[in-house]
């Protein structure tokens, strides 16, 4: 384990010394200002509540509209079949109870107890894919919001954080240690 750090503090080291020599005099200052519209985010979610994607195509990220409609339209199929095949068993077991006989052969053979299973499972599943729906749309209008508020940072070259290693051969040793830069 040691010699993994050992080698892991080498080439981060070693990596660095070779940064070092290299020196810039910045004469003017070329870093450019973007203007930060503090209603971006607001905007963005605003947009996905109105319309599913509409934030999506306000930030730009376009390859996220497939995932948002992808996933509110199997919700909503889900939520449809498991409807249509709740009310088919919970009509059957009505029928039942009016002693009325069965239509399909399927669901005559199957007993009261299991078609009111049948009708709890398809039940739940149908709640289940309407929380689905809503999660996917509120989950959509969270994405919208955060990416236009992360798209705002600064993130340049400029902004880093390096190890530096230090080689201080002024003390007639042989000493090494670690700093980490950083620039604005």
């Known amino acids: 384990m040691q010699n993994q750090f050992i080698l892991l503090f080498l080439f981060f080291g070693l990596t660095s010394i070779f940064a070092q020599k290299k020196t810039q005099i910045i004469l003017k200052d070329t870093l450019k200002s973007e203007v930060i519209d503090p209603l971006r985010p607001a905007k963005a979610a605003f947009y996905s509540a109105i319309l599913p994607g509409l934030g999506q195509i306000y930030n730009k990220k376009y390859w996220k509209i497939p995932l948002v409609y992808g996933a509110i339209a199997t919700s909503t199929y889900l939520y449809i079949d498991n409807q249509k095949n709740y009310t088919i068993y919970r009509d059957e077991y009505?029928?039942?109870l009016e002693g009325k006989k069965s239509d399909s052969e399927y669901l005559?053979?199957?007993?009261?107890?299991?078609?009111?299973?049948?009708?709890?499972?398809?039940?739940?599943?149908?709640?289940l894919s309407a929380l689905f729906i809503v999660g996917f749309y509120i989950l959509n209008i969270i994405d919208a919001n955060i990416d236009a508020a992360l798209s705002q940072f600064n993130v340049s070259e400029k902004l880093a954080l390096k190890p530096v290693l230090i080689n201080s051969d002024v003390m007639l040793k042989n000493d090494f240690g670690v700093s980490f830069n950083y620039s604005f």
Do not use: H
């Open 108 to 127: 005559a053979r199957l007993s009261e107890s299991q078609l009111i299973t049948a009708q709890k499972g398809y039940q739940r599943n149908r709640d």
């Open 94 to 96: 009505k029928n039942r």
